[in-house]
T-cell receptor, first 115, second 115 residues
Framework: ETGVTQTPRHLVMGMTNKKSLKCEQHLGHNAMYWYKQSAKKPLELMFVYSLEERVENNSVPSRFSPECPNSSHLFLHLHTLQPEDSALYLC??????????????FGSGTRLTVV | RKEVEQDPGPFNVPEGATVAFNCTYSNSASQSFFWYRQDCRKEPKLLMSVYSSGNEDGRFTAQLNRASQYISLLIRDSKLSDSATYLCVVNPGGAFSGGYNKLIFGAGTRLAVHP
């Protein structure tokens, strides 16, 4: 497999459930990201991991919990979510840790619906 | 003021038309710039980087004006397959990025090319 792979593609969960989103990159990149995309809004950065260390948490509610066990894998653990958390969750990876010329490679996203 | 601002559109153009999108950014120290394309219900994909001298890739031309903090994308000879949302993306770099590759996304400009 190549690129950035996200699973599952679609997820429907109740507000009391616990679930996890998974992201895997096969590009040898050293940074990984979680973004949230709600309808009609820009992508919102949630978490950044650089060299497996969390370097930014953009005031995300604690019901979202990231985990980065190694440079190729990233998880987003979800629990007691709210209906307004329904969105497309995108994982991305990048080559350059220090803010160079490189863009991101995105996974195809997980479309989450909270009922 | 939003960090990255774009006209949401939609821009409805006939095949073969030339269309231009503009974008402004608020951080004058921003270091790198990109245009991404996002198809409906899909992930964003890198279209092209934007360089200070301007750059071209086939029918697509990107321009950067640092003095005005303005980025543009010109599409010539529009095709039906160009229909998508175009995202303006800025890397603030340096101290603003915390030393890692952080991208700020605009909300996107929607393009619809019709026969």
């Amino acid at each position: 497999e190549t690129g950035v792979t996200q699973t599952p593609r679609h997820l429907v969960m109740g507000m009391t459930n616990k679930k996890s989103l998974k992201c895997e990159q096969h590009l040898g990149h050293n940074a990984m990201y979680w973004y949230k995309q709600s309808a009609k809004k820009p992508l919102e950065l949630m978490f950044v991991y650089s060299l497996e260390e969390r370097v930014e948490n953009n005031s995300v509610p604690s019901r979202f919990s990231p985990e980065c066990p190694n440079s190729s894998h990233l998880f987003l653990h979800l629990h007691t979510l709210q209906p307004e958390d329904s969105a497309l969750y995108l994982c991305a990876s990048s080559q350059d840790r220090t803010g160079g010329e490189y863009g991101y490679t995105f996974g195809s996203g997980t479309r989450l619906t909270v009922v | 003021r939003k960090e990255v601002e774009q006209d949401p559109g939609p821009f409805n153009v006939p095949e073969g038309a030339t269309v231009a999108f503009n974008c402004t950014y608020s951080n004058s120290a921003s270091q790198s710039f990109f245009w991404y394309r996002q198809d409906c219900r899909k992930e964003p994909k890198l279209l092209m980087s934007v360089y200070s001298s301007g750059n071209e890739d086939g029918r697509f031309t990107a321009q950067l004006n640092r003095a005005s903090q303005y980025i543009s994308l010109l599409i010539r000879d529009s095709k039906l397959s160009d229909s998508a949302t175009y995202l303006c993306v800025v890397n603030p770099g340096g101290a603003f990025s915390g030393g890692y590759n952080k991208l700020i996304f605009g909300a996107g400009t929607r393009l619809a090319v019709h026969p």
